[in-house]
Structure formats: structure tokens, C-alpha cells
């Protein structure tokens, strides 16, 4: 297995896509060992953070190198639809489950949700990135980041990003015919889903709004988000109600 040293001598912000994505993959590798036990994991992670905090040179080039990563490759898609089937048929979907488990990826890509299958592919990863106590998930975030509050901001704008696209795919799900037809008539007259598009962006509107203030959240933000949520609650109902379409007939 790779050391730590060859790993932290190899980081290099100016290599090519895939091998950047490389090294993560190995770091990852690295992390997790021999996978004896999430605090194991953890530990190897604290060890670091340590050693690039250490190395006022290495610490210069791990920052470039993930100001390149977050530059060249679209984290909203691992926010938006990692984990969600992107198709409504059954067949086109299985068949692409099927693609990714028995052909290999390649590390040259844009996507992060296919970066995120390759650098954490194991169950452990889960585990072990579930056991990291806040204290050090805030003290990666400063060895990242030279400009905090840049890239707080970024990440804010990438967040919504995402939460308006998955608003737009339940919105379009809602609207499918396959769906539509099938759902009790009061929830079609009601209109759950065409309110949706406006209810994320007045929550895109108020959360911005709120960021530029030192107090948090404001009463405003917190009622977008309680409208938003309680308009998910009536799509969610109203998808429930094909259930008893298909058992009637």
C-alpha cells in the first residue's frame, strides 16, 4: 500500500485530470487501511491534516489542488441525484446499475458522483466519514480553504444549485402521465406540483438574503423553508395516492 510520505510527495495541482483524481482515490485508499474500525480510519485522517499542517509548502499545494478539483468538476450532481434513479423505466435503469457494477470507471471525469463511487466504493467509507467529530471536519475545512468565506459562498451557491434540481425532477415527475393520470382527483385539481419552481426560488431569495446578515436565519427564510417543506409533504401525498389507483385496479 502506498505510505503517507509517497502520497503527500506525489500531490500535484497541475497534473492532468485523471491523475489528480488519482491521488484522491489513493488518499482514500490510504485512509481506510485495512478497514479494522471506523476510529482506525479517522485516526489516519488526523494524521493528515497534521502532517500537511506541518509543511507550510505542502499545505500551499493541497489548497490549489482542491481549488482545481472544485473548479473542473460538478459537485451538484453528487448533491442532486447521487443515490436517486434518474429514470422511470425499469429496464433502462437496471441496465445502467448493471453497466457501472460490471464494467470499470474511469477516473477521468467531471461528474462527482462517479468520482465519489471511485474514491469512497466501500460500505467502511461510510462509517468511518460518519465517525469524524465536527471539531475535525472544521479544522479540513480550514486546511482547504485560504479563503473561507469565498468558498463558503461558493459552496452555498452549489447547494441551492442542486436543491433547485432536484425540485425540477419531482416537479417533472409529478407532471409525467404515467403519474398524473393515476392520482386522486382532489390532488390534481390542487396543483401541488406546479408551485414548486416558485417555492425554491423564493427559498433561494431568502437564504442569500439571510447570508448577508451576522444574526443567521431570519423569519423570512424560516418561513420559505416551512412552505417549501410543507408543498414537499402535499407532492409526497399526492405520489401516494397512485398506490391506491393500482390496487383498485
Known sequence: MTTLPDLLNTLDDQASLANRHVWLISLMQWIRGDESTPEAAVSRLQTFIVAVEEQPELLARLRA????????????????????????????????????KMLPSTPETRDASELFLLAAPRRFDAQWMGAIAEPQVQRLARLLSSEPAVDTLRWQHRVMDALAYCTAQIQATGFAPELRLR?????????V????????????????????KTEGTSPALDAAMATYRERLDACRQAVN?????????
Not at 489542488?65 to 423505466?89: C, E, I, N, Y
Not at 392520482?183 to 396543483?191: G, Y
Open 65 to 100: 489542488w482542491w481549488q482545481v478539483l472544485m473548479q473542473t468538476v460538478d459537485v451538484t450532481t453528487l448533491l442532486a441525484d447521487f443515490g436517486f434513479a434518474p429514470r422511470t423505466a425499469f429496464v433502462s435503469e437496471l441496465a445502467e446499475r448493471l453497466r457501472r
Open 183 to 191: 392520482m386522486d382527483a382532489i390532488t390534481q385539481d390542487s396543483r
Open 193 to 212: 406540483f406546479h408551485a414548486l419552481a416558485s417555492d425554491v426560488d423564493k427559498l433561494r431569495i431568502e437564504f442569500f438574503n439571510s447570508a448577508v
Open 241 to 249: 395516492s397512485v398506490y391506491t389507483h393500482l390496487e383498485d385496479n
